[in-house]
């Protein structure tokens, strides 16, 4: 159960990371709250990143446990082009 809560968690925090940036982009806000805007976006951003690393762990867990031994690292878009 925790396994799908991750997963959750990360599709909240990132929804909630979006509604952040273009409140922020809006240009509406006070010095103020674009600063506590911007602290809870660390936040955000921290929670996404972990779930991101337990997701690539689980990932190479499940990959060794196939018989691959070899994990190769994740190729953004515009590398290598």
Same mark, same amino acid.
């Given at each position: 159960?925790?396994?799908?809560?991750?997963?959750?968690?990360?599709?909240? &925090?990132?929804?909630?990371?979006?509604?952040?940036?273009? &409140?922020?982009? &809006?240009?509406?806000?006070?010095?103020?709250?674009?600063?506590? @805007?911007?602290?809870?976006?660390?936040?955000?951003?921290?929670?996404?990143?972990? @779930?991101?690393?337990?997701?690539?762990?689980?990932?190479?867990?499940?990959? &060794?446990?196939?018989?691959?031994?070899?994990?190769?690292?994740?190729?953004?878009?515009?590398?290598?082009?």
């Amino acid at each position: 159960m925790a396994r799908k809560k991750t997963a959750i968690d990360f599709e909240q &925090s990132l929804q909630s990371l979006e509604l952040l940036v273009d &409140s922020m982009e &809006s240009g509406e806000m006070t010095l103020e709250k674009s600063l506590e @805007a911007f602290e809870q976006g660390i936040k955000l951003t921290k929670e996404c990143q972990l @779930a991101l690393r337990e997701a690539e762990q689980k990932v190479a867990i499940l990959l &060794s446990q196939n018989g691959e031994e070899t994990v190769l690292p994740f190729e953004e878009d515009g590398e290598n082009q």
